[in-house]
Structure formats: C-alpha cells, structure tokens
C-alpha cells in the first residue's frame, strides 16, 4: 500500500509539474530540486565586466609590478595571437634577432658610480604612473633567448610590443604572475631618454633569496635596440648572482 501511494503521489507531482507555471518559461525546464552533480561541482565564479584587454587576474599581477590599466586596456601578449587581440600585427621574421651592443653603453645601472637609486626610483616611479594612464598597455612575455628566465616588457609602443614578442622565446603557458625581469617602456612626447636598469634581491629568509631586475626606457622613440640592452644586461646579472650564492653556499659547508 506505502508504494502503491508513493506512485501516486508521484504521478500527482508529474502532472502538476506539467501545467504552465508563472516561474517558468516555457522553453526552460523547470525542476523542483538541483541534481546531486551539481551540487557536487561547487559554486561558480564569474566576472561579467571582462574583456580583451579587461582581465582580472592579469590586472592584479601588474598592480604588482606597480602599474594599474586606468583606462582598462592591458593585454598580456604570450604568442601572435595575442597581438591580433589586440589590434596589432605579428612580424613575419620570426625569431627576431636584435644586436644591443652598441646600446649597452648607454644602459646605466642604478647603485653605479652613474646613477644612484634614488634617481633611477624617481624617474621608474614616474614611468609606472604615466603608462598606468595609458590608452592601452601592451604586455609581451617570454623568456630569454636560449635560457628559462621570464620576461614581461610593460608598454604602450604599439610598434615595440611585435618586435619584442618576437625577440623573446615562447614560454610556456603559466598563470599570470611575476617575472625575473620586468621591463617597463614607455613612449612619451614629454619625457627624456632615459634607459637603465636595476638588480636587487627579495625574499625574507636567506634560504629563499633570490634576485629580480628591473629595466626603464623612456624617450619619444624608444628603440627595440634599447630594450634588449636592458634585457641582455640584466639577464648577466641575474646570472651573476646566483654563481655567487651558490659559491658561498659552497664555502660554508
């Protein structure tokens, strides 16, 4: 009897189910009770405001290297495609080779006989905040040619970004976070040429130490010459710093 009444309460519900609800559209399924799958996937998350050149994660990662997209245009370019998002286009030559000799001997290192932190911070500092306003920000990532060190150049040269992209090895896909050397080049009709860079340590206990570089071009017409400089120079020091922990380390054992 108990489930001869549960199939006809059953068929009740069916039927009631059946008739137009007010709730429900009537193209939708309407159900009484989410399916157990559901419930076991978890809560979903969505960003409805974003975009090309609008995404969250990226913009929390260059808040970090102290540059916030005020006009919501930032693109992180990793491959050619990423350029077309953008609105720009990919070079034929591929990988492009850049020679930054003759470049190197205008790159300044910040804490050198040439030019002191302070300075080097005041001039970065303004650099971070003018490209911060820029129309767009274009974003090129890579590594190194021929090593495993990341890279993320932070412009507004729609002529530079191509160029660079194509310098730089692909890496491969990550999440967006920061980079061994972080380059920050901007274009502007009121700044001076400016092109240096600098190297410093971070970590809290010896054991996690490691350094970081960080290069700035500015000037009307930065040239991709310029960039590289910073890049190659930095990348030696990186490089330098590292055989030295590695040599103490060794010596205190």
Not at 116 to 123: A, G, K, L, V
Not at 151 to 174: F, H, Q
């Amino acid at each position: 009897m108990s489930v001869r009444r549960a199939v006809v309460n059953l068929s009740k519900q069916a039927i009631r189910a059946a008739k137009p609800s007010a709730r429900c559209n009537p193209v939708s399924r309407c159900f009484a009770s989410l399916p157990e799958s559901i419930s076991r996937s978890g809560e979903a998350t969505s960003f409805p405001n974003e975009f090309p050149g609008q995404n969250y994660d990226f913009n929390w990662t260059l808040n970090g290297d102290g540059v916030t997209p005020i006009k919501k245009a930032a693109f992180r370019i990793t491959k050619p495609l990423d350029l077309k998002v953008a609105g720009l286009k990919p070079l034929s030559t591929s990988p492009l080779k850049v020679n930054a000799s003759s470049a190197k001997s205008n790159m300044k290192e910040a804490g050198s006989d040439a030019l002191d932190f302070d300075s080097y911070d005041e001039i970065a500092q303004r650099a971070k905040d003018l490209l911060s306003y820029s129309d767009a920000l274009y974003c090129p990532e890579g590594h190194m040619p021929g090593s495993t060190t990341s890279v993320r150049v932070i412009t507004n040269s729609d002529s530079l970004a191509p160029k660079l992209l194509a310098y730089l090895d692909r890496a491969p896909k990550r999440d967006s976070t920061g980079c061994s050397i972080t380059a920050y080049v901007l274009e502007d009709e009121n700044m001076d040429n400016f092109s240096a860079y600098a190297i410093e340590e971070v970590g809290e206990t010896e054991e996690d130490i490691t350094s970081v570089a960080a290069v700035v071009c500015t000037g009307k017409n930065v040239k991709v010459e310029q960039v590289v400089a910073g890049l190659e120079l930095s990348l030696d020091g990186l490089k330098e710093d590292e055989e030295a922990r590695k040599a103490e380390a060794t010596s205190e054992e």
